[in-house]
């Protein structure tokens, strides 16, 4: 009996929890995608200047920007054609004293509708078109953030925050997964600069899996001959964001805002700019140009790495590739409205998306 194609993808998906008790070099990445139209169109550079709720997600400790009134923050994106989709929602309620910030983020990635075939070629050879189903394969992260300052003098002002997580990942009935962690974040302003630092996954984050194949599934998986995993837990080592922003002013109502993050990883060689077993270091940057705090023009690059050359039918040829994003936004009293434009992988392949968020301050708030 051939294994179907569904099948195999079915596999994929669980491949990353096969393993026990093993760090996984790219475990959670949905927890990396970010946050916010604003900081995927500045290319996900945000962990200084970030200041809003979804602060929570880019550097608890920026979460002191949010002052005087909660506020909510919404996004939406789809990707691959609309196969997966990306979703996030964040509230923060700053203490009356505007020195506290406490929030709570959602995230939510998944691929529906996957069909399951397992059953699809019965036992005398015959095909059951009847016998497909469907699944869904999704990913949630649950982050509850506390934002504290340290200093907040008019030259300078200083902040610290932490995250506490939660995972849970489901592939259809055939596999579940809850994990924990930490994060821990710095801002410091002085000025027109800004520092921010994010420590992720500090205590090492877990995911602890465990399987439910019935006896049928399992019959199945046996004379295919795959293996039927029973439990496993994949871990995913410390991440480490250090940020650099500056604010320019260009006139009375022009701002343009400019900042260059570096993201450093310990979990073995990766294909970035600086790459070597112990340490590699992706850099990305991004910029926003804001007229009178209303209206928004935002560009980033990210995701630098070496990929084969185009045509080059020896494949031995590398090139750097990178991904571009654009994006705009407006805000119109307390509610703003952002748009992001950027592809999935490099500037040169067609797999664009777009990412549209919404913000609401509840409260209306003085002119900045």
Do not use: C
């Not at 709570?104 to 070629?121: E, G, Q």
């Not at 850099?283 to 928004?296: C, D, M, R, T, V």
């Amino acid at each position: 009996m051939r294994i179907s194609r569904t099948v195999k993808l079915l596999f994929l998906l669980l491949l990353p929890s096969l393993g026990f008790s093993q760090f996984r070099k790219y475990s959670n990445e949905f927890l990396n995608i970010g946050a916010g139209a604003r900081g995927l169109g500045m290319g996900a550079a945000q962990a200084a200047s970030v200041n809003d709720g979804t602060a929570g997600y880019w550097n608890p400790a920026a979460l002191v920007g949010v002052q005087n009134f909660p506020t909510l923050n919404l996004m939406h994106a789809s990707y691959f054609d609309n196969i997966g989709k990306y979703d996030y929602a964040s509230f923060a309620i700053p203490e009356s004293d505007n020195k506290r910030v406490i929030g709570v983020s959602i995230l939510r990635f998944a691929v529906d509708d996957i069909p399951n075939t397992l059953f699809l070629v019965q036992p005398d050879g015959s095909i059951n078109y009847g016998n497909i189903t469907t699944f869904s394969s999704a990913d949630y992260g649950f982050l509850f953030s506390y934002a504290q300052k340290i200093k907040d003098d008019d030259d300078l002002k200083m902040s610290f925050g932490t995250n506490a997580k939660i995972i849970y990942r489901k592939v259809g009935h055939f596999a579940t997964a809850w994990g924990f962690g930490l994060d821990a974040g710095f801002k410091m302003q002085k000025n027109r600069w800004s520092l921010g630092i994010v420590a992720k996954d500090i205590t090492t984050t877990f995911n602890a899996w465990s399987f439910h194949f019935t006896e049928k599934e399992k019959e199945v998986l046996y004379l295919t001959e795959n293996d039927i995993p029973v439990k496993s837990t994949e871990l995913t080592a410390p991440r480490l964001t250090v940020g650099n922003s500056y604010n320019f002013k260009l006139g009375s109502s022009v701002n343009l805002l400019a900042e260059a993050d570096f993201d450093f990883t310990f979990d073995g060689r990766r294909n970035t700019i600086i790459s070597s077993n112990a340490i590699n270091v992706d850099p990305h940057a991004g910029l926003e140009a804001s007229i009178k705090n209303i209206f928004f023009v935002r560009a980033g690059v990210s995701n630098f790495q070496q990929a084969l050359a185009d045509g080059d039918t020896t494949n031995q040829k590398k090139v750097w590739i990178f991904q571009p994003s654009l994006g705009a936004g407006f805000k119109i009293n307390n509610i703003s409205i952002d748009y992001a434009f950027t592809n999935l992988a490099n500037q040169s392949n067609p797999l664009y998306t777009h990412i549209f968020s919404l913000k609401i301050d509840f409260g209306k708030k003085e002119n900045q």
